[in-house]
Nanobody
C-alpha cells in the first residue's frame, strides 16, 4: 500500500513560483511512475506531468512546457513539481498519483494510488 501526501500549494500572483511536493510512505516508491494531475472547478481532471521510476524520462502537457519541472528523490520518497511563471489558468487542485504497472501512463485510470490534493490559486 502506498500513501501519498501533497504539500506546497497556496495563493500566489501571476508570474510567481510554487514548488509542490508529494511524499510517499511506501518503501518501494522507486518502483512507481509518478504523475501530477490537476482539476479546476467545473473541469475534468487533467494530466500535468509524469516522471519515470528512475527520473530520467519526463512528460509535460503542452500548456506547462517550459514553465513546470518535475523531479524526484527516491531516497526521500518524494516527487516535486516546480511551477514557474504561474498563470491564473493554472488555478486548480493538484494531485499526485503513483502507477506500478505501466511504462508511460497518461490517464487517471492507469494510476493506482492518489494523494488528497493541494490547492493552487493564481490571482491576476
Amino acid at each position: 500500500q502506498v500513501q501519498l501526501v501533497e504539500s506546497g500549494g497556496g495563493l500566489v500572483q501571476a508570474g510567481d513560483s510554487l514548488r509542490l511536493s508529494c511524499v510517499s510512505s511506501g518503501r518501494t516508491f522507486r518502483n512507481y511512475v509518478v504523475g501530477w494531475f490537476r482539476q479546476a472547478p467545473g473541469k475534468e481532471r487533467e494530466l500535468v506531468s509524469t516522471i519515470s521510476r528512475n527520473g530520467y524520462t519526463t512528460y509535460y502537457t503542452d500548456s506547462v512546457k517550459g514553465r513546470f519541472g518535475i523531479s524526484r528523490d527516491n531516497a526521500k520518497n518524494t516527487v516535486y513539481l516546480q511551477m514557474n511563471s504561474l498563470k491564473p489558468e493554472d488555478t486548480a487542485v493538484y494531485y499526485c498519483a503513483a502507477d506500478y504497472k505501466h511504462f508511460a501512463p497518461r490517464t487517471s485510470d492507469e494510476f493506482d494510488y492518489w494523494g488528497q490534493g493541494t490547492q493552487v490559486t493564481v490571482s491576476s
